[in-house]
């Protein structure tokens, strides 16, 4: 709806990650909180929890520099393994990181790792 390139995702089960380029960030926002009116309504409606809040925060950043955006992407992509949830990045059926191995290539992928290591990046702000 909003023509929104993403350039990597991951969805785990209590949270969820996107890095996207963004031209309309209030545009944006407001799709972001339909999106999230709406899933809420649904997941309460299943579980018959009328009124339970779902969705807690929602942080933004401005990547800065190409070494802050791909250190982003590679963040999202290890997420499912950082939180226990698969023993690698492709495994985990609910994220970019297969789509940018099949399409990018393994030497690709392992030349962004080396490059951009995630550190402790997120260690202060992804708490579940």
Request: proline share 3%; net charge positive.
């Amino acid at each position: 709806e909003q023509g929104i390139r993403y350039a990597g995702w991951c969805v785990v089960p209590n949270h969820y990650h996107t890095l996207v380029d963004l031209v309309d960030v209030r545009a944006f926002s407001r799709a972001l909180g339909k999106l999230h009116g709406r899933t809420s309504h649904q997941m309460n409606t299943q579980d018959g929890a009328r009124g339970r809040k779902v969705w807690y925060r929602c942080q933004d950043r401005k990547m800065r520099s190409e070494a802050h955006y791909y250190t982003t992407l590679n963040y999202i992509h290890y997420n499912p393994v950082k939180h226990g949830y698969a023993s690698k990045c492709q495994d985990w059926p609910f994220s970019s990181a297969d789509w940018y191995l099949r399409t990018k290539g393994r030497e690709w992928v392992d030349d962004l790792w080396r490059t951009y290591p995630i550190r402790s990046y997120g260690e202060k702000w992804d708490r579940c």
